[in-house]
């Protein structure tokens, strides 16, 4: 079954870069490893709740366009930020069985590694929908190696009080992807909009966490204009954070943008490698 979030992919131009970027923001961003056979290596940072952001560029991108990667190379030539997210599973073959018959284009599980900095080998299970790591829905991951060896518990800096409250995906048409989303997770979302009247869609719940379709209502909105420049996918995350008023004195301290809300801020994506990142 589909137990949850996994991790969250931000695709960036120059790791080293990215690293220190986030660890700007007060996250403890470390070195994951290289994926050889996929022209990419990445850097992750563990939150509270066992989730993880994995920071991902390119080594050889003429490769890795050949990869289920490919719409992640495209997305990251129109700039850098969020690419795709992904759901955990403890049964991945059946699910994906299951979610077939649902209508929905998952294809066959396949292996997956990369070779940590200390020469140790992680490996997994994916399965993609609609053959894409980046698009309005998540693609699935089962561990085959200790889930321990992919990434380590969260233990300092921002990342380790942090836990996923919310993902925002950028949709063309809420209702196409409601649609999909019930198949993906069952229940029925629910419709929403923002407060300022210019991004409607749906939530669907989980006990996890909450996911919404948010499709812009006009143009003009900053959901409007990723859509346009990025295409479909993953938008915004918004993290739970104890002693978030510490954080945002902090943060500002060394220079970040930040705009409030009513129950926190968000990090100017422009000081996270593009990223939209919502703390409350």
Not at 20 to 36: C, E, I, S, V, Y
Not at 116 to 142: C, E, K, M, S, Y
Not at 143 to 161: H, I, M, Y
Request: aromatic letters at 6%; glycine letters at 12%.
């Amino acid at each position: 079954m589909i137990t949850g979030f996994d991790h969250f992919i931000v695709l960036v131009n120059d790791l080293d870069v990215a690293v220190q970027t986030f660890r700007n923001l007060g996250f403890d961003a470390r070195g994951g490893g290289q994926h050889p056979a996929f022209g990419s290596h990445n850097a992750l940072i563990a939150l509270a709740d066992g989730t993880y952001l994995e920071l991902v560029a390119f080594r050889d991108p003429a490769l890795a366009a050949t990869t289920f990667w490919g719409a992640g190379v495209a997305k990251l030539r129109a700039g850098e930020g969020w690419g795709g997210f992904v759901l955990a599973s403890n049964d991945l073959a059946n699910d994906a069985a299951h979610l077939r018959e649902r209508a929905l284009a998952v294809g066959e599980p396949s292996a997956g590694s990369r070779t940590r900095p200390d020469g140790q080998t992680v490996a997994w299970h994916i399965a993609l929908i609609n053959a894409t790591t980046v698009g309005v829905l998540p693609f699935l991951i089962q561990d085959d190696t200790p889930r321990t060896l992919r990434v380590e518990p969260a233990n300092a800096g921002l990342g380790s009080r942090a836990r996923v409250r919310e993902v925002i995906v950028a949709v063309k048409d809420a209702t196409t992807a409601r649609d999909a989303y019930r198949a993906l997770l069952g229940g029925e979302p629910t419709r929403v909009k923002n407060t300022a009247g210019d991004v409607e869609g749906y939530r669907v719940a989980c006990e996890w966490g909450s996911i919404v379709l948010a499709q812009p209502a006009r143009g003009g909105s900053a959901l409007a204009e990723q859509l346009a420049k990025r295409g479909e996918g993953l938008y915004a995350l918004t993290l739970q954070i104890e002693g978030m008023g510490r954080d945002r004195r902090e943060l500002r301290q060394r220079g970040i943008a930040l705009t409030n809300d009513a129950q926190g801020f968000l990090i100017a994506p422009e000081f996270a490698c593009g990223a939209r990142i919502r703390v409350v």
